[in-house]
T-cell receptor, first 116, second 112 residues
């Protein structure tokens, strides 16, 4: 069965600090997909990134970067020079190709608070 | 382009009442799903559909029914509301699940 663990329930940083959100997953599939979603205080879920299991290249998008390591089953998310607008709950999620409907399994989320 | 539209945004029910949460998407997505979000537990899958006429249960289906008569609509029915169903409900759709899901803005349901 698939499982996603976000061990950090809450992180607090001061603006301009770098912060890394951890995500560890479990799956028996060799083909799977990993996602990060952001949930700002307004409540909607915003898609950030999708990564398939065959692509271990790190990805950078502005101040955001993602480190995918199959050897440790981790897909960590780093925000560089954090800003107050980054304050949100961040969810990591997993989808297995063998799973009918390719539904998402979510981690419990990490609440990030960025203080000015 | 409206994306995924959920109604209502807020609802208060009394224990034992029934209601339907509406979800509609205008992106011609085949895959649709319902999740509930509870504090500290992330989002958990209630029911899902991979196309019109096809539905299946997710992780926490008890107390909920769904149907999918059209590609666009995927309503979630609470048969007899219980306080344990107090939660935020999200509907999502995808062209194919592995490409990621687009989520609606959520329905905050309180059962008293």
């Amino acid at each position: 069965a698939q499982k996603v663990t976000q061990a950090q329930t809450e992180i607090s940083v001061v603006e301009k600090e770098d912060v890394t959100l951890d995500c560890v997953y479990e799956t028996r599939d060799t083909t799977y997909y990993l996602f990060w979603y952001k949930q700002p205080p307004s409540g909607e879920l915003v898609f950030l990134i999708r990564r398939n299991s065959f692509d271990e290249q790190n990805e950078i998008s502005g101040r955001y970067s993602w480190n995918f390591q199959k050897s440790t089953s981790s897909f960590n998310f780093t925000i560089t020079a954090s800003q107050v607008v980054d304050s949100a709950v961040y969810f990591c999620a997993l989808s297995e190709r063998s799973n009918a409907g390719n539904m998402l399994t979510f981690g419990g989320g990490t609440r990030l608070m960025v203080k000015p | 382009n409206a994306g995924v539209t959920q109604t209502p945004k807020f609802q208060v029910l009394k224990t034992g009442q029934s209601m339907t949460l509406q979800c509609a998407q205008d992106m011609n997505h085949e895959y649709m799903s319902w999740y509930r979000q509870d504090p500290g537990m992330g989002l958990r899958l209630i029911h899902y559909s991979v196309g019109a006429g096809i539905t299946d249960q997710g992780e926490v289906p008890n107390g909920y029914n769904v149907s999918r008569s059209t590609t666009e609509d995927f309503p979630l029915r609470l048969l007899s509301a219980a306080p344990s169903q107090t939660s935020v409900y999200f509907c999502a759709s995808s062209i194919a699940g592995n490409y990621g899901y687009t989520f609606g803005s959520g329905t905050r349901l309180t059962v008293v």
